[in-house]
């Protein structure tokens, strides 16, 4: 007898929001299995606020209310039993973000929760990654995002170190990330991973996917530091424009995916990593198994 449930889960980060709804089928004597039945991603830059002027505005607070009265009537329809929404670093630093949650939960019936980079990183971890992990080898997973980007070590299928430092894409465009922080994050690496033989780069974000969907390449295929840096070379290239025009990329994507490509090549280069797979699993999935599973 196969069951089949629905949970839900809203990522509210800086450079877009997302609602995915998942699948949950469970079928006794056989793994839980999850799939994706639906994801909207809305295109509103919060850390545009929070980093620069250091609260969210009132149009985007309005767009906001808007984009979860939506999500909330897309959950009805899909008829879903549990959900939870996850605000990152542009409402964390917000001093206004507490107010917009409360103001959420006041028009949009729906609840957020602004976590820290620490839990982040953790919901992350709380994804399928141990289909990816092979026992005998060490992966550094690698969460790039608006406003942080997340850093976790495994080895022999287990979490060794993990971290959050405070550069994004977002960030990065806005010239609000230092040599220091470059220097940090170089350094967290290259400590971690010295003592590995060989390390491999799993990557997460919406960048790294729109990247390796551009790259043709069948999923379980890994793109390569070679691949990788010719990309950047040829999208640094490239107006912003002529990366809408010419790539066919959306207009809050094409300014992005340049700084976002950084943060992976630098990563891959201060760990030694050669190769880096996409396997397309962020916050949104980690919060479904992690709310299914009981751990948050």
């Known amino acids: 007898m196969i069951k089949i449930r629905k949970y839900a889960a809203i990522d509210i980060g800086s450079n877009a929001m997302r609602l995915l709804i998942a699948n949950i089928v469970e079928e006794q004597g056989k793994e839980t299995q999850f799939s994706k039945s639906s994801l909207v991603r809305v295109p509103i830059r919060l850390g545009q606020d929070a980093f620069t002027v250091g609260e969210i505005t009132e149009e985007n607070i309005e767009r906001m209310i808007d984009a979860m009265k939506a999500f909330k009537l897309l959950m009805k329809v899909h008829k879903v039993e549990k959900y939870m929404a996850c605000a990152t670093?542009?409402?964390?630093?917000?001093?206004?973000?507490?107010?917009?949650?409360?103001?959420?939960?006041?028009?949009?019936?729906?609840?957020?929760?602004?976590?820290?980079?620490?839990?982040?990183?953790?919901i992350i971890a709380s994804t399928d990654l141990h289909h990816l992990l092979k026992t005998e080898q060490t992966y550094l997973y690698v969460d790039v995002g608006g406003g942080s980007t997340e850093f976790s070590l495994f080895a022999n299928s287990k979490m060794v170190v993990s971290k959050s430092f405070k550069?994004?894409?977002?960030?990065?465009?806005?010239?609000?990330?230092?040599?220091?922080?470059?220097?940090?994050?170089?350094?967290?690496?290259?400590?971690?991973?010295?003592?590995?033989?060989?390390?491999?780069?799993?990557?997460?974000?919406?960048?790294?996917?729109?990247?390796?969907?551009?790259?043709?390449?069948?999923?379980?295929?890994?793109?390569?530091?070679?691949?990788?840096?010719?990309?950047?070379?040829?999208?640094?290239?490239?107006?912003?424009?002529?990366?809408?025009?010419?790539?066919?990329?959306?207009?809050?994507?094409?300014?992005?995916?340049?700084?976002?490509?950084?943060?992976?090549?630098?990563?891959?280069k201060w760990s030694g990593a050669r190769n880096i797979y996409v396997p397309k699993i962020g916050l949104s999935d980690g919060i479904v198994k992690a709310l299914y599973y009981g751990k948050i």
């Open 89 to 122: 670093s542009a409402m964390r630093e917000a001093y206004n973000g507490k107010e917009v949650v409360e103001l959420i939960k006041k028009k949009a019936d729906i609840k957020i929760e602004i976590i820290d980079g620490k839990k982040e990183a953790a």
């Open 167 to 268: 550069i994004g894409t977002v960030r990065l465009l806005n010239n609000m990330v230092g040599e220091i922080v470059w220097h940090e994050i170089e350094k967290w690496i290259k400590t971690n991973t010295e003592e590995y033989e060989q390390v491999t780069l799993i990557g997460s974000g919406g960048n790294i996917n729109k990247l390796f969907k551009m790259s043709g390449k069948q999923q379980e295929k890994p793109l390569s530091y070679i691949y990788l840096n010719s990309q950047f070379t040829a999208l640094s290239a490239l107006t912003y424009d002529q990366r809408i025009s010419e790539l066919g990329l959306n207009a809050d994507r094409a300014d992005v995916i340049v700084p976002a490509v950084k943060i992976y090549l630098n990563a891959m």
